[in-house]
């Protein structure tokens, strides 16, 4: 999940509050008719704003995998432009910045960079000139970044430099080695973007540096002790958000880095200790179900729905998940794919996917909860419940939030507890009764878009909340355990009150 506008959840369309006078019990829970639990975020799979700190130490900080960036020419106060948004020509002839003059890095080290096209295509320049029109990246795709503040110069291998000619042409020519005056091989770059998800953490850091770090991280991120704070506070469950090379350990496809798989195989030791229940969250596709960080997409683009090979491959980590913990007896269910886009993952796509993907986890377990993910963006929850999808302890997992929307921009507390009782009741009610599956909100938190909420003014939203979400059939999962954003940490609003929930 992302706090920075990258996860665009439209809770107003997608979150429900079920209330039902049905009883509903989840199989493998003790002691507790449905789950409560609270999501590992931030641990297994990257999120950058959840531990800034991670990334601090990565040279170029502000140059990782999929960040924007535009180039100006110093002498001709023009923008580079890949024209038609790519697959032709580049031209140094744009007096204002849009698609066409913004450019997705793949980083190749802290001073090499390829510079993709909104169309996907790769910058491209030899002695023939430049073009945007490269399918993948190569030495000719391939540019030194020297760096002065926010200027820079863009060097071929061949130690040819880039300039911007009078005839608005962008060439790889340049006599000599150029100072940062204003000469045609100058350029002003202005980046953007906040891509901050393992593919970036890794390739920053490279992968010895992007060893030590992961490894102090998974060590420490969340212990034992974690655990037993769960459990101590009433939790019964925690959903674990893992990425697909995990199937991989412990010598996953570069840039990813092996570990992941015994830090999930602690958890699993952890929770049978404190009588806790897992649910495994493939929150990452191969290829990215939704351009997020949070499913380390390489630069912000989406192409798991597009790409057979890609959800053949992920049909193999949800076979490899379910072989190895299937008869886990801290194993609740396995999740087959975490937040995929309404927008760019077809329908029929998904629910095929989830198809094969219930049907592998059933080869290993008659029990694990399968559960389906509802796509993200304004899409009818309707849409998993009328598909016809598995028979058997299948679960529809929906994320609320009053953020990541306009419609709750500075709404007053009042106004976020009246749309938790009115509009999400109202609206979704129909899912509490419907002969289908079960409803789980796996994703929500006690945060919003209030400027100066009280303690009582967090409490109460907590509290109905809760009231709301505990009428779920197959429970909740607050986000997250921990955070540097105090209010989605939940031991700090269990520790400072500011959530009412426990024993």
């Not at 629910?351 to 008659?366: A, C, E, F, L, T």
Request: aromatic content about 14%.
């Amino acid at each position: 999940m992302e706090l920075v506008f990258t996860k665009w959840v439209s809770a107003f369309f997608l979150c429900c509050c079920l209330i039902s006078s049905k009883a509903f019990s989840v199989e493998g829970i003790l002691g507790d008719n449905k789950v409560r639990g609270v999501n590992l975020g931030g641990w297994l799979v990257i999120e950058g704003w959840i531990k800034p700190s991670l990334f601090e130490g990565i040279p170029n900080g502000d140059m990782l995998d999929g960040n924007q960036v535009q180039l100006w020419s110093v002498t001709l106060k023009k923008f580079v432009s890949a024209e038609n948004g790519g697959g032709t020509g580049v031209a140094v002839d744009r007096d204002v910045a849009s698609s066409w003059e913004t450019f997705r890095l793949w980083r190749v080290s802290a001073s090499e960079f390829q510079f993709r096209t909104v169309l996907g295509q790769f910058l491209k320049c030899d002695a023939l000139g430049c073009s945007a029109t490269a399918q993948s990246p190569r030495n000719s795709e391939t540019f030194f970044v020297e760096r002065k503040d926010n200027r820079v110069h863009l060097k071929l291998r061949t130690g040819a430099y880039l300039q911007a000619m009078i005839t608005n042409q962008l060439t790889a020519d340049y006599p000599g080695k150029p100072g940062w005056d204003d000469n045609a091989a100058t350029f002003e770059m202005i980046v953007s973007g906040n891509l901050h998800g393992d593919y970036q953490l890794a390739n920053g850091y490279g992968k010895d540096e992007a060893t030590r770090v992961y490894q102090r991280h998974r060590n420490n991120f969340v212990t034992i002790d974690d655990f037993k704070f769960l459990y101590r506070h009433g939790i019964n469950t925690v959903r674990i958000p893992v990425g697909w090379w995990i199937a991989f350990d412990p010598d996953p496809p570069a840039p990813f880095i092996g570990g992941s798989l015994e830090a999930l195989d602690n958890a699993f030791s952890w929770a049978l200790a404190y009588n806790l229940m897992c649910i495994i969250d493939l929150h990452a596709a191969p290829g990215s179900q939704n351009g997020m960080e949070h499913s380390a997409s390489n630069d912000g683009t989406l192409e798991w729905p597009n790409s057979p090979a890609y959800i053949s491959k992920t049909l193999d980590v949800i076979d490899f998940l379910a072989s190895r913990y299937g008869k886990h007896p801290a194993l609740l269910g396995i999740e087959l794919l975490n937040e995929p886009s309404a927008d760019l993952v077809p329908l029929d796509t998904l629910v095929s996917y989830y198809k094969q993907g219930y049907n592998i986890v059933r080869k290993y377990s008659s029990k694990a909860y399968v559960i389906i993910c509802q796509r993200i963006g304004k899409a009818d929850p309707m849409e998993l419940y009328e598909a016809d999808i598995g028979s058997h302890n299948l679960v529809v997992d929906l994320h609320c939030y009053n953020l990541f929307d306009p419609f709750f921009d500075h709404l007053s507390p009042s106004e976020n507890i009246e749309i938790i009782y009115k509009n999400r009741q109202t609206q979704l009610q129909a899912l509490n009764s419907a002969n289908g599956p079960l409803v789980f909100v796996g994703e929500w938190v006690n945060e919003w878009d209030v400027t100066n909420g009280s303690q009582a003014d967090y409490q109460n939203f907590g509290r109905v909340q809760l009231e709301v979400y505990n009428a779920a059939s197959f429970g909740w999962t607050y986000w997250t355990l921990k955070n540097d954003r105090k209010h989605w940490d939940f031991e700090w609003n269990i520790k400072n009150n500011y959530l009412q929930f426990g024993r």
